[in-house]
């Protein structure tokens, strides 16, 4: 019995020592697959974002995968040397779903820390964003469609982030506005199609010369037909950061002053109806332009004593309405000649008025009034 017992502990031995061999071998062989899959997906992930990107390391888990350093250098005509620089990326899949149906992939989250991102309106208005991945040429075979791969995101969160907008349609070079401190959210975006309603979130910092304000989106886009409602406020913005909105260059400057805005804008089939107040507050004006200097092309005196009159606070409705597919319908222009008429109806200045009081102005002035009054 006991050679018996013997050999038996002999054989368990001996399975033992050659399972955890194998356990070994197995567990090496996985660290290193792991280490080939990681570089092959991190080869993968820089090659689809473009040869202007690049990932400083990718990590798999469990459960999510981690990309750390993302970075997307900017294009020869861009304002800025980077369009997209995100320290940390976590993607968290459904493993669940991507197994059942990989003709349609299912993400449950993606979170982006300590991000930068520059964003273009070009001077014809379009608003261009990540060109080299949203703007990208697609190849022959896949214009129709057929073989793209829809990826269907829960949650998209981008936390403690700056942006950078660069604004080519209100002057050159492009007028820039920095955001910091940018917590953005948004809720079921699919990808490549674009299709349904996207629930969206904005809160950040307007950054401006002598002080920062506050600035927070509410609302949703339905981006394949361009349908969209949002709630827009602006809390104390520093007017000089606003400044080229508000008037043109040959008029009269802000030394200070600070804005509030509330904004319901609602587009559907193309139409915008967006009902609003923005109210001035502590303006003070330059002494730029003389006697016939203007301000939203108002008379300068005009909108001091009103100032004066309301203890320097300058409340004022309005409404912005319009085609965007209308070529000739400017948000710019639309947002100054109404900003500037529901200022004058406020004041009780009339156009008649205006027009006794510039009678002796320069052309220019004039040529103004012209053209915000569409007179």
């Known amino acids: 019995m006991s050679g018996t017992g013997g050999m038996r502990q002999r054989r ?26 990681t570089s092959l997906l991190k080869s993968q992930v820089e090659a689809a974002l473009g040869e202007n990107s690049q990932v400083g390391a990718i990590h798999v888990g469990w459960s999510a995968i981690e990309v750390q350093d993302l970075r997307i250098r900017a294009p020869r005509d861009w304002p800025a040397q980077e369009t997209l620089h995100a320290a940390r990326i976590v993607i968290v899949p459904d493993l669940r779903g991507l197994l059942s149906d990989r003709s349609h992939i299912k993400i449950h989250s993606i979170t982006i820390d300590d991000a930068y991102l520059s964003v273009l309106r070009t001077r014809n208005g379009r608003l261009r964003l990540l060109p ?80 920062d304000g506050k600035l927070t989106i509410v609302g949703w ?11 827009t406020r602006l809390s104390g913005v520093d007017l000089l950061t606003l400044q080229p909105y508000l008037i043109k260059a040959a008029e009269t400057g ?85 900003i500037g008429a529901a200022t004058a109806g406020l004041l009780g200045i009339s156009i008649e008025g205006l027009a006794k009081q510039l009678g002796n102005a320069p052309q220019s002035i004039g040529s103004a009034l012209k053209n915000l009054f569409g007179k």
């Not at 368990?12 to 899959?37: D, H, W």
């Not at 950078?164 to 699919?190: C, G, M």
């Open 221 to 231: 886009l339905e981006m394949t037909n361009k349908n969209s409602k949002l709630d």
């Open 132 to 211: 080299s991945l949203l703007e990208a040429k697609k190849a022959p075979e896949e214009k129709g469609g057929g073989n793209a791969v829809e990826v269907s995101i829960g949650k998209i969160e981008l936390r403690g982030s700056q942006v950078e907008f660069y604004d080519a349609s209100i002057k050159q070079p492009a007028h820039r506005i920095r955001l910091d401190a940018l917590h953005v959210t948004a809720e079921q975006l699919n990808v490549p199609s674009l299709s349904g309603r996207t629930e969206v979130r904005i809160d950040g910092i307007v950054k401006g010369i002598k002080r």
């Open 12 to 37: 368990l031995a001996r399975f033992a020592a050659i399972t955890l061999v194998v356990l070994l071998v197995l567990a090496g062989a996985g660290f290193f697959g792991l280490r080939y899959a």
């Open 254 to 338: 802000v030394k200070r002053g600070t804005l509030d805005l509330q904004l319901q804008s609602t587009v559907t089939a193309n139409r915008l109806h967006a009902p609003g107040k923005i109210t001035l507050i502590d303006l003070e004006l330059s002494e730029k332009g003389g006697g016939f200097g203007t301000f939203m092309g108002l008379p300068r005196q005009a909108v001091v004593a009103g100032l004066k009159d309301r203890n320097n606070r300058i409340t004022v409705q309005f409404t912005l309405e319009g085609r965007l597919d209308d070529p000739r319908f400017s948000l710019n222009e639309s947002f100054a000649k109404t």
